[in-house]
């Protein structure tokens, strides 16, 4: 007998990513798409019993970096050990197209400065087998893997690609400069990028300590680019803005692009202690530029972002010290035996940080507070949780408890830093959860690999902060789901619904929970990364196919290329208009 679906989902509690309350029902799957939702009694030609679960459309990640991972791997990971279906790449202004051929080194290098990912790594993982943006999304059409992914175009490649040798020295644009890169966004999102993305952020240089060349870019630059959008007719303007600058200047150069180019603009929103205040002036500036009709949203985390510190990690409190500089490529198991030396112990804690970069350097000298991840991994830290409270409570030098700390477990601990307090950030953010104008993202996947696994944030957020200060789970999956898709023109996805794309998640709710980060030694050519795990994912399904049963993958490929924006199914659509 012919089955009717292709996969029936029996009995879960529907999450449905619109922000409705819960419901019960089966949901049926055929050639991709959902295309029946309540009392099913056909066949499926394989089925999932989710009695007690919770389904969930697949969350939706606009903020990563798994430009050069595409290229080399399938699996989108750690994201998609998460409930992540769809990935968007090319954010902050960093990416590997356009490029000429006398410019691959250079994008390395700044993918190695900006997105801390090993020089060694891409050289031997990115084949650059492509020279326009176009040709890169052609070279991406060939790959598949474990989620969708889609991507933008970066400003630092497109300026080098077209200004050359001054392009990458910050020098100004021509008139002529200007025109060409309007030109090549315009042709970029044509061809299916979901738009442009820049970067103002001072953190953002090459390894050589030398800033990114969108960053001291001026207004008629971004408006060239923004302008290339509107003649393509589609797509989102993506920027990392200035964190030491004035809130108002940045949300002034934002605003001129959605209302010069009429174009929707996303930025990042990053708390910081040396810009205090600029958080909530940020949040207001959003408000008031939906007041006023523009379009301009805030991407945040549900945390604070926190920088991970380890002996084989990218860096830790000594590892800009001269004495550390022999042992930094050093087994795991020589460098533990070396710093356990009191000798060395006592050089490396009588010295000071010191790298040409000073972005490093201020890294590691603004370190307030250090904790200690274990398994499970609970990220809601209170003050009192620091290393820095529990040296004052024991009368020791912090310092000397954060050395000895980083030898606990053989040199595998972990320890994170916050550049906020917890509660506070919590606090401050709880509202934004569920606005359409402030999008949860900024996870990172594919970047930071020795630095950062914040890509575990969808998870987090239904372990970490569930059912605290009134978040419940509706909103929760909204936030996770249909809005995010929403806000870079996706919305064939992040909503259960019949004629929507079949990316969904079965969780097993009560028992969700995150494993502490390790690090694996599985990138091309040798190189390290962190992992994180977690537990409840029964099953994460990408285009009706099971890609993870009980986080373990299923062998199923069928994640591909995204090209350009989407419509929402029609009888979704005609929902909408009955609604307004």
């Not at 240089?205 to 971004?222: K, M, N, Q």
């Not at 000071?352 to 603004?366: C, H, I, M, R």
């Not at 789901?481 to 998640?505: C, E, F, H, M």
Request: hydrophobic letters at 40%; one cysteine or more; charged letters at 20%.
């Amino acid at each position: 007998m012919t089955s009717q679906f292709d996969l029936v989902i029996r009995a879960g509690t529907i999450v449905d990513g619109t922000g409705a309350a819960a419901y019960v029902a089966d949901i049926g799957v055929k050639d991709g798409i959902i295309t029946e939702i309540g009392d099913i009694s056909a066949c499926g030609s394989e089925e999932i019993d989710a009695t007690g679960r919770t389904i969930t459309p697949g969350f939706v990640d606009v903020h990563t970096h798994y430009d050069g991972q595409i290229t080399w791997e399938s699996r989108m990971a750690p994201s998609s050990n998460h409930g992540v279906t769809t990935v968007v790449m090319g954010n902050c202004g960093v990416g590997f197209a356009p490029v000429r051929d006398g410019d691959h080194q250079l994008m390395i290098k700044l993918m190695e400065g900006v997105e801390d990912i090993p020089e060694v790594v891409m050289a031997e993982g990115v084949p650059f087998n492509w020279t326009t943006f176009p040709d890169y999304l052609d070279a991406l059409d060939q790959r598949s893997a474990d989620v969708d992914f889609a991507t933008q175009i970066p400003h630092s490649p497109l300026r080098v690609f077209v200004m050359g040798e001054r392009g990458a020295n910050l020098a100004p644009p021509t008139r002529e400069d200007l025109a060409e890169m309007r030109q090549c966004v315009g042709e970029a999102v044509k061809a299916g990028a979901l738009g442009v993305a820049s970067s103002r952020n001072l953190f953002h240089r090459f390894r050589s300590g030398e800033l990114a060349p969108s960053v001291t870019t001026e207004l008629d630059e971004v408006l060239a680019l923004a302008r290339g959008l509107a003649d393509a007719g589609s797509g989102v303007f993506q920027c990392n803005p200035n964190l030491n600058a004035d809130v108002e200047g940045e949300m002034a150069l934002f605003r001129a692009i959605a209302e010069q180019a009429d174009v929707p603009v996303t930025f990042s929103l990053i708390d910081t202690a040396f810009n205090q205040g600029a958080w909530a002036r940020y949040v207001a500036a959003v408000r008031q530029a939906e007041a006023d009709g523009l379009t301009i949203r805030a991407q945040f985390m549900p945390r604070p972002m926190g920088v991970l510190y380890g002996l084989d990690l990218s860096y830790h409190p000594f590892s800009l010290n001269p004495s550390f500089r022999p042992l930094a490529q050093l087994p795991l198991a020589e460098k533990v035996k070396a710093m356990r030396d009191p000798e060395l112990r006592a050089k490396l804690l009588a010295e000071e940080p010191d790298d040409p970069n000073p972005a490093f350097v201020g890294l590691l000298k603004s370190i307030t507070a250090l904790y200690r991840i274990g398994d499970p991994a609970d990220y809601n830290f209170a003050a009192k949780d620091s290393l820095q409270a529990e040296a004052a409570q024991r009368g020791v030098p912090a310092m000397e408890l954060i050395y000895d700390a980083l030898l606990e477990d053989e040199g595998r601990a972990i320890l994170c830093s916050y550049s906020q307090d917890v509660p506070a950030y919590l606090a401050q953010s709880r509202d934004l959860i569920g606005d359409d104008r402030f999008i949860v993202a900024l996870g990172d996947g594919g970047a930071h690999y020795g630095m950062i696994c914040d890509a575990a944030y969808t998870t987090y957020l239904l372990t970490g902060r569930l059912g605290a200060d009134g978040l419940d789970l509706p909103t929760a999956i909204k936030a996770l789901t249909s809005q995010p898709a929403q806000s870079v023109g996706l919305n064939d996805r992040g909503v259960l619904s019949v004629g929507y794309k079949a990316d969904i998640n079965v969780i097993d709710l009560p028992n969700l929970m995150l494993h502490r980060p390790q690090v694996i030694a599985d990138l091309p050519a040798g190189g390290k990364r962190l992992s994180q795990k977690s537990k409840g994912y029964v099953a994460t399904i990408v285009s009706g196919t099971v890609t993870y049963r009980d986080g373990v993958p299923s062998g199923a490929l069928p994640g591909r290329l995204v090209r350009g924006v989407k419509a929402a199914p029609p009888a979704r659509a005609e929902a909408v208009r009955e609604l307004a």
